[in-house]
T-cell receptor
Framework: EAGVAQSPRYKIIEKRQSVAFWCNPISGHATLYWYQQILGQGPKLLIQFQNNGVVDDSQLPKDRFSAERLKGVDSTLKIQPAKLEDSAVYLC?????????FGPGTRLTVL | AQTVTQSQPEMSVQEAETVTLSCTYDTSESDYYLFWYKQPPSRQMILVIRQEAYKQQNATENRFSVNFQKAAKSFSLKISDSQLGDAAMYFCACPSGTYKYIFGTGTRLKVLA
């Protein structure tokens, strides 16, 4: 069984630029999560999808972050414009029930 | 509000010895699961063990076991016969809603040869 795929693995941008991350969950997993993990901290939930609907985006900075999950499969997380404090690892996870399966993450550096 | 506290930023253990990582939590959920995840330098979060809150018996997975004290809201992870491959960040996760979890700040485990 293929795991959660994410790309790119690394991204370096300058502040005020835009960036997009892609996630392909495990086949059949209805729930998809995006987390932000700042260095030295645990993952913080940004947004949770159930199929192609948003369940929780209360911690998503909507003035600059957006996410979509078209057709209830792949998902894209975008940041526009990026700030220095957005430097972090962005983790995607999917689940069918209780256990979340994580992808390898994307390390974003904003200069 | 749900909270998770891992009070040990870093722990060290000799190879083949036993180490216990602490976690306390607070949740308003009545029936829930708790998780320990491992995050090696590769960054991929891997599930180590989970505990069902309504079960009194502590979960065990090979060398990993938990000490779950529901009344005290404590959920510690014990690693027996530590191996070099156990070196990683360990995160405790507790529920914050339906299929949603919040994570602690993590404990970095070093295994000394």
């Amino acid at each position: 069984e293929a795991g959660v795929a994410q790309s790119p693995r690394y991204k370096i941008i300058e502040k005020r630029q835009s960036v997009a991350f892609w996630c392909n969950p495990i086949s059949g997993h209805a729930t998809l999560y995006w987390y932000q993990q700042i260095l030295g901290q645990g993952p913080k939930l940004l947004i949770q999808f159930q199929n192609n609907g948003v369940v929780d985006d209360s911690q998503l900075p909507k003035d600059r972050f957006s996410a979509e999950r078209l057709k209830g499969v792949d998902s894209t997380l975008k940041i526009q414009p990026a700030k220095l404090e957005d430097s972090a690892v962005y983790l995607c996870a999917s689940s069918q029930s209780l256990e979340q399966f994580f992808g390898p993450g994307t390390r974003l550096t904003v200069l | 509000a749900q909270t998770v506290t891992q009070s040990q930023p870093e722990m060290s253990v000799q190879e083949a010895e036993t180490v216990t990582l602490s976690c306390t939590y607070d949740t308003s959920e009545s029936d829930y699961y708790l998780f320990w995840y491992k995050q090696p330098p590769s960054r991929q979060m891997i599930l180590v063990i989970r505990q069902e809150a309504y079960k009194q018996q502590n979960a065990t997975e090979n060398r990993f076991s938990v000490n779950f004290q529901k009344a005290a809201k404590s959920f510690s992870l014990k690693i027996s016969d530590s191996q070099l491959g156990d070196a990683a960040m360990y995160f405790c996760a507790c529920p914050s809603g339906t299929y949603k979890y919040i994570f602690g700040t993590g404990t970095r485990l070093k295994v000394l040869a």
